[in-house]
C-alpha cells in the first residue's frame, strides 16, 4: 500500500500542476481576446473621433500620391464634406470652399489634390 501511495503521488501532483497551468492558459487567452477586443474598440471610436477633422493635418495631404486609390484617401482623410461627379470626380474636404482641400480621381485613382490653406 505504500508503494503504491509513493508511485500516485507524483502522478496526482503532476496532474493538478497540469490542470493549473491549463486553466492559466484558458484564463490568459481569455485575457489576450478581451484586450483585443477593447483595442478595436477603441481604435473605432478613435477614428470616429478624429475623422471630422483629420482631412486639416497637412502632413496627411502630404500623404497623397498618384494613383492612390479612393479606398486609400478616405482611410488617410477621413470622408468628405461633399462629392461632385462630373468629368472627374473630386472629393471636397472643406465645408464652404472648393478653392482647396479637395482630392481629384480619374476611375478611382487620384488624379491631382489640393492641399488645405
Known sequence: MKSLRILLTPLVASMLICNSA??????LGQRITDLENRVTAL??????????????????WRRI?????????????????????QIFTSWYYHPSSKLHSYVWFDEGKVLGW???D
Do not use: F, H, Y
Open 22 to 27: 491549463l486553466a492559466d492558459e484558458m484564463r
Open 43 to 60: 481604435e473605432q471610436l478613435l477614428e470616429e473621433t478624429n475623422a471630422k477633422d483629420r482631412w486639416k493635418d497637412p502632413i496627411l
Open 65 to 85: 500620391k498618384r494613383e492612390m486609390s479612393s479606398d486609400d484617401i478616405q482611410k488617410l482623410l477621413g470622408k468628405p464634406a461633399r462629392i461632385e461627379q
Open 114 to 116: 489640393e492641399v488645405p
